[in-house]
């Protein structure tokens, strides 16, 4: 009889210490798409706040990033207006890890969700549509969106 008290005591209590633990974590909905198809394999998913030069590095699964809750309360007072996120992808038809370098408006992280649209610029299909609109001499197009809103780079 003590032995299932003892039992259920312990699961209760092992209970109570997941929730806990998960209740500590806030995520992010952001969906990546590289050339119109969800990336499946991210490496070194990290946000870097400005000015920080500090990159904090996360684990991205498809649509969703699980931050702790200090990551995120300095993200929220911190006065920067934009978020750098930093990651590699593996892209079927590509041998090397592509490298991405990306800056978001910190207000989108406010929104149910975010996908961001990267457009490869050495896809013949996307090169005669983007070249035009790319900043500096990035190898990519990017559109960022939300349910409220849009951001091209």
Not at 97 to 102: E, Q, T
Request: glycine letters at 2%; hydrophobic letters at 40%.
């Amino acid at each position: 009889m003590e032995t299932k008290i003892y039992k259920k005591t312990l699961t209760l209590i092992y209970l109570f210490l997941l929730v806990i633990c998960h209740a500590q974590c806030k995520r992010l909905n952001i969906l990546i798409m590289i050339d119109e198809k969800p990336c499946l394999t991210v490496n070194n998913f990290s946000i870097n706040i400005p000015p920080s030069i500090k990159e904090n590095v996360f684990k991205y699964i498809v649509g969703s990033i699980d931050v702790n809750d200090n990551f995120y309360l300095d993200l929220l007072n911190s006065s920067s207006q934009n978020i750098n996120i930093n990651f590699g992808a593996i892209i079927p038809d590509k041998v090397f890890v592509s490298k991405y370098s990306i800056s978001i408006p910190k207000i989108y992280l406010f929104e149910e969700y975010i996908i961001i649209n990267i457009y490869n610029l050495d896809n013949k299909k996307y090169r005669h549509k983007y070249t035009k609109l790319v900043k500096d001499s990035k190898e990519y197009y990017v559109v960022i969106k939300t349910p409220n809103s849009m951001k091209f780079d």
